[in-house]
């Protein structure tokens, strides 16, 4: 396993929900919720700096059937924006399958209903993102999910950018 804080990141229409991990890379924990739009990346990178975040993990919304559609576009744009703010640091896209679905029910079972859990629904699926990236890593010894942004260049065995020589 990498060493490092990584940045969890739900990217909804509305609301952008943030985790973050521990420096070991164990356990994810909910942020914050940052509103969508004007300023959502610019807050994104203020986190990358004061939590020292080694990599930022968006998730990528498919189907059940693994295809692409409308919401899968905008993290992938939202991811490239990402890239251009805190680059050299890296941003992975890993698959996000029913991870609202999931921290929906956790929030559920845990007594946060109706407008409570509207507030942090984005911040728990952040959560399952990225602790489902570290425990992905931790059992494959490989970096989960794949590099956004072409203009990051070329990235070494553990997934992390290397500098090309001159």
Same mark, same amino acid.
């Given at each position: 396993?990498?060493?490092? @804080? #990584?940045?969890?990141? +739900?990217?909804?229409?509305? @609301?952008?929900?943030?985790?973050?991990?521990?420096?070991?890379?164990?356990?994810?924990?909910?942020?914050? !919720?940052?509103?969508?739009?004007?300023? +959502?990346?610019? @807050?994104?990178?203020?986190?990358?700096?004061?939590?020292?975040?080694? %990599?930022?993990?968006?998730?990528?919304?498919? /189907?059940?059937?693994?295809?692409?559609?409308?919401?899968?576009?905008?993290?992938?744009?939202?991811?490239?924006?990402?890239?251009?703010?805190?680059?050299?640091?890296?941003? $992975?896209?890993?698959?996000?399958?029913?991870? !609202?679905?999931?921290? !929906?029910?956790?929030? $559920?079972?845990?007594?946060? $209903?109706?407008?409570?859990?509207?507030?942090?629904?984005?911040?728990?699926?952040?959560?399952?993102?990225?602790?489902?990236?570290? +425990?992905?890593?931790? #059992? /494959?010894?490989?970096?989960?999910?794949?590099?956004?942004?072409? %203009?990051?260049?070329?990235?070494?065995?553990?997934?992390?950018?290397?500098? %090309? /020589?001159?």
């Amino acid at each position: 396993m990498r060493p490092g @804080r #990584r940045l969890g990141v +739900d990217v909804g229409a509305v @609301r952008v929900g943030v985790a973050l991990c521990d420096p070991e890379g164990l356990l994810a924990t909910p942020v914050e !919720t940052v509103a969508a739009g004007d300023g +959502d990346i610019a @807050r994104l990178a203020e986190l990358v700096a004061e939590y020292e975040i080694v %990599e930022a993990v968006v998730g990528l919304p498919r /189907s059940l059937s693994g295809a692409e559609g409308p919401a899968a576009a905008k993290a992938r744009v939202f991811a490239e924006l990402l890239v251009g703010k805190i680059h050299p640091i890296p941003v $992975r896209l890993v698959d996000e399958r029913l991870t !609202t679905v999931t921290a !929906t029910r956790g929030l $559920r079972e845990s007594g946060v $209903r109706g407008r409570k859990s509207r507030a942090v629904v984005d911040q728990a699926a952040a959560v399952v993102i990225l602790q489902n990236a570290l +425990d992905t890593e931790r #059992r /494959s010894g490989r970096p989960p999910g794949t590099l956004a942004g072409l %203009e990051q260049g070329p990235a070494d065995a553990a997934g992390a950018p290397v500098k %090309e /020589s001159e």
